[in-house]
């Protein structure tokens, strides 16, 4: 581009600048130009300079500084602990009792200075079998006529502060480590200067004149735009980019997900994320010796201790189920149930004890719910486990429901959610029969996605169901990875703005 373009583009605080570098000799820092009078702030200054920057009109250096300075004058005033111990010592000959010291000097401060004592090699603590003493080392009789190499820097700083460049780091290092002594302090100084394409801008005869640039109503009826000077536009100069709004990638999966159930005919069900083990686990026909029950699986609550079923004649159904399979035709599981195992307090472990509210609420068929729910298991973090996740929930209750309806959905889902490539597999779980397990093919493997089923008897006679229940749980942040080839699980929750800007999944 022409330098004659390039000028009749410049805006009125860009050519104000370049008059005044021109007037400060080509180069100045922004406040230099502020003090010249042409600016009122240095922000208008660096403004104009980044653009004449872009437009190869100027250059913008900046050169960084760290300087350390007090945090706290009065508290260096009153001396390191250390040498206050070190004056009291020597004052009492070079040896005196722990005691005696810790009573001369305040608010714990014995025990800082004797740590420093020690950790400086001023001074060793000596035992006569009935008390400690503190004995005065070659140093630190040396140091109680001198000053040491901290103190003479606190000194150079309380007459200002001192450059990263003349301060011994190790000294430094050790100063911050006392608490409100020592702090950081950064200067950044930035100089404007003219390029050779600057000073030609220059030489040509840069003129300051008003320009219009936005054109209003008033404008144009008054008639006035046929008197006054138009700013020119580069449309193909840098501009920074612009970032809208965006949902988190899984609010977005999350609604999609809740679209495509309702779109079918489900209905949302959800349930507390505290609850007793009795509708997470017995009501799911979960033995009460299930390894699921432990501690290193689940994760019980202290406060409340323990939360009251209340429907007596639910749990004695439930208790007869578990002892001797009740009127179900099952044997049970046998043993003695235990209603304080079950009212015992938890962090829900899956969904499930959504659907079996929701069961319990709505036993009769035609029955269609999902949930996408937040779950807690007592899981070991890494690439592809979380101790607190999401799971999609769904149960469908239906006179003609069956394996192969169950087989049907889970494909459609999958299938709307974008995937084709996957298995079903045989499984087990304490409250379904069959029961299945779903894997999507990812990153060279078959990752585990979910599981489903149809509700045994034992699950769905205590609420008086009399037709079969489909039922599932899918694993929402490993559909995520499939879905955008994420490698780790925890990448998801890594809130890092700009690839949360970048990210195209939104």
């Not at 603590?125 to 006529?145: H, M, Q």
């Not at 735009?225 to 612009?242: L, M, S």
Request: with cysteine; net charge negative.
């Amino acid at each position: 581009m022409e330098i004659s373009e390039i000028i009749d583009g410049l805006s009125y605080n860009e050519r104000k600048l370049l008059i005044a570098l021109d007037g400060l000799g080509g180069s100045a820092s922004p406040a230099d130009v502020v003090k010249s009078g042409d600016f009122g702030l240095e922000v208008e200054v660096m403004g104009a300079a980044s653009w004449l920057s872009v437009k190869g009109l100027a250059t913008v250096e900046e050169r960084t500084e760290k300087f350390f300075e007090l945090s706290d004058a009065a508290a260096v005033g009153k001396g390191l602990p250390e040498r206050r111990a070190l004056n009291i010592i020597s004052s009492s000959g070079g040896k005196l009792d722990m005691e005696a010291l810790s009573e001369k000097m305040s608010d714990g401060e014995d025990k800082i200075a004797v740590g420093w004592l020690k950790r400086k090699g001023l001074a060793d603590i000596v035992s006569d079998g009935v008390s400690k003493f503190l004995v005065l080392t070659a140093e630190g009789e040396s140091a109680a006529g001198s000053k040491m190499e901290d103190e003479l820097l606190l000194d150079r700083m309380i007459r200002g502060p001192i450059s990263e460049s003349e301060a011994d780091l190790k000294t430094i290092k050790d100063l911050k480590g006392r608490q409100g002594m020592v702090q950081d302090r950064i200067v950044t100084e930035r100089t404007i200067t003219l390029t050779e394409s600057g000073v030609k801008a220059v030489l040509s005869g840069i003129e300051l004149k008003n320009e219009i640039t936005d054109i209003t109503d008033r404008l144009i009826q008054s008639g006035e735009w046929r008197n006054v000077q138009f700013r020119k536009y580069d449309v193909g100069i840098f501009a920074p980019a612009v970032t809208p709004a965006k949902k988190h990638p899984l609010t977005r999966l999350g609604n999609e997900i809740r679209q495509l159930f309702t779109n079918m005919g489900f209905v949302e069900m959800s349930s507390e994320y505290v609850q007793p083990a009795f509708w997470n686990l017995d009501v799911l026909f979960t033995p009460q010796d299930h390894p699921a029950r432990d501690l290193q699986d689940t994760f019980y609550l202290s406060c409340p201790s323990s939360i009251d079923i209340g429907d007596d004649e639910l749990v004695q159904k439930v208790k007869d189920i578990h002892e001797n399979g009740g009127s179900t035709g099952s044997t049970g599981w046998g043993g003695t149930w235990n209603r304080e195992k079950a009212e015992a307090p938890l962090l829900r472990t899956h969904s499930t004890v959504s659907s079996i509210r929701f069961i319990a609420e709505h036993p009769d068929a035609p029955q269609k719910a999902f949930s996408i729910s937040r779950i807690f298991r007592n899981e070991s973090i890494d690439s592809t486990h979380l101790p607190e996740f999401t799971q999609i929930e769904g149960i469908v209750i239906d006179e003609n429901g069956n394996f192969d309806m169950l087989i049907s959905m889970i494909k459609e889902f999958y299938a709307r959610m974008g995937f084709d490539r996957i298995r079903i597999r045989p499984a087990y779980f304490p409250y379904t029969e069959p029961s299945l397990e779903v894997e999507v093919f990812f990153n060279g493997k078959w990752m585990e996605l979910g599981g489903a089923g149809i509700f045994r008897p034992e699950v769905t006679e205590p609420f008086g169901v009399r037709h079969p229940v489909l039922a599932w749980g899918f694993g929402f942040e490993r559909l995520a990875m499939l879905k955008w080839d994420i490698k780790d699980i925890r990448d998801l929750y890594i809130s890092d703005m700009d690839d949360l800007k970048k990210n195209t999944v939104f």
